[in-house]
């Protein structure tokens, strides 16, 4: 937690996967809104994620979207199901990752922010 009792969270800059989980009714979402979309509650609670979770799918960005970040490919990207029962979105490494696998988060600058990376659990 930051001085100011924020969660890091990539996003803003820090290296942290932050969710909202609602009070009322216990949904959870990665895309935090003002509102519970399950229940309607505006009494969310924001928490940190641990970084883990099982690979649901993967592939590899051959192309770039744009000039300056054609030096990073290829790098490969997952779709990730976090333990804490939300899927997001990280970079990882273009070889050796494979859908099931479980895995850990790092944070790695990519382009001109920081961005979540996931490596094979097993990974030293």
Known sequence: MSPDGTL?????????????RCRSCGDIQYFRRPFCPACGSEDLGVEAASGRGTVHAVTVVARAPSP???A?????LALVDAREGFRFMAHCPPEGIAIGDPVRTTFRAFGTGLVP???P???P
């Open 8 to 20: 890091p969270d990539w996003t803003e800059g820090g290296e942290g996967l932050a969710f909202a």
């Open 68 to 70: 300056d970040l054609q």
């Open 72 to 76: 990073h490919a290829p790098y490969g």
């Open 117 to 119: 990376f996931v490596t």
């Open 121 to 123: 659990e097993n990974h």
